[in-house]
Each structure stands twice: as structure tokens, then as C-alpha cells.
């Protein structure tokens, strides 16, 4: 009852940071964010995500994304925005290193990884005439980064037969692309529609994954 208790805070802090977002109130989404990055961290301790390396594991990533979230709340391409991309990159790689922790199917791996090359070149296709040169070394190594994890989460989600490792992963992975198309391509209100319900779906699922 309290991780459902936790999951529906959650929910109901995404919502509000919609709409926070949506009347382009920035000390709302200064509130809400926070409140539901935090949320996701809840959940997993609730979950016992202590009690074993793969849970840990997740609860680190977990925290280097909300890390990330706090620093992507200002506007523009600066500092902050570097910092919240190498957070999430580093929550990216955690995500990876723990789903390495649940011996991963190389098959799987391998045909996980035929898939995502395609997707990963179109990105960086996409991306690169909006990218600044300074940026785009760091783009680059995000889209690497967001790709092995999508790879290693197919084969841990193969070994162990819990699916909502891939699914969570998955989600993680396209929500990625409102924050590329927001901060490079075209700033508006849709990315954030369907990106942060995505984002903190994702969260949500590999957070309870600690349980499995």
C-alpha cells in the first residue's frame, strides 16, 4: 500500500508539473519537479532496492537522474544544461551497470543491438544541423550511452524473464528524445507532453524492477 500510496504522489506530481510547464510558471516546475524526480527514488526504497547490488545499483541511477532533472529546469544551453546532461549520462551508465548485474543474454544483446544501430544514426542525423560544435561531442556520447543501455536492458530483461526492464528502459530511452528535440530542434510545450509522462513512466517501472 505505501509503494501504490508513492506511485499515485507521484502521478499527481507530474500533473502538476504539466501543467506548471503549460502556464509557464517556473517556480511551479521548480516545486514539482523536484517533488516527482523525488518520488521515483521512494519508490524504489520501498521496494527494497538496499537489500541487493542490483537494487542499489538502480537507486544510484535513480539519483544521478534526479540530479539531472533539477539541473535541466533552467532554460537555455549553458552550464546547467551540461551538468544535467553528464547527470543523466552517468544515470544512463548506471542503469547499464546494474542491468550488467543481472547477466545479461549476449543473443539478445546482439539482436537488441542490430536494432538500435539504425534509430541511434537517424538521432544524430537529426540532431546534428541544430547541434553547436561545442555540443556535439557530448551528443554523440549520449546517444552511445542511451543505446548500450537499451541493449543491456533487452538482454537482462531476456536472462531474467521480467520484461518491464526492457520496457522501462525503452521508455527512458524515447522520452530522451523531447529533451533532444526541446533543447535543439524546436522549444515547445508538446515535447513536454509526451517526453515527461514517458520520462517518469520509465522511472517508475525500473524502479520497481528492484523487487524482481
Partial sequence: MMTLG??????????GLL???YRGSRSGVWVAKPLAST??????????????????????????CWVGDVFLIPKGAGVPFLVGLVSFLLGHVGFMLAFALRAPDPLWMAAAALLVLPPARGVLNWLRPHVSARMRAP???YVIVISLMLVTAA???????????AVGALCFYLSDLHVAR??????????KSWGLPLYYG?????ASTVSA
Avoid: D, K
Avoid at 43 to 60: F, I, N, Q, R, W
Fill in 39 to 64: 518520488g521515483f527514488i521512494a519508490v524504489a526504497l520501498a521496494c527494497g532496492a538496499l537489500e541487493t547490488p542490483y537494487g542499489m545499483a538502480v537507486t544510484a541511477a535513480l539519483v544521478l
Fill in 155 to 165: 538482454g537482462a530483461a531476456a536472462a531474467t524473464g521480467h520484461s518491464a526492464i
Fill in 202 to 206: 520509465a522511472q517508475l517501472i525500473l
Fill in 182 to 191: 526541446h533543447r535543439f530542434v524546436s522549444a515547445t510545450f508538446w515535447n
Fill in 6 to 15: 508513492l506511485v499515485v504522489a507521484t502521478v499527481v506530481a507530474v500533473i
Fill in 19 to 21: 501543467l506548471f510547464e
Fill in 139 to 141: 551528443v554523440v556520447a
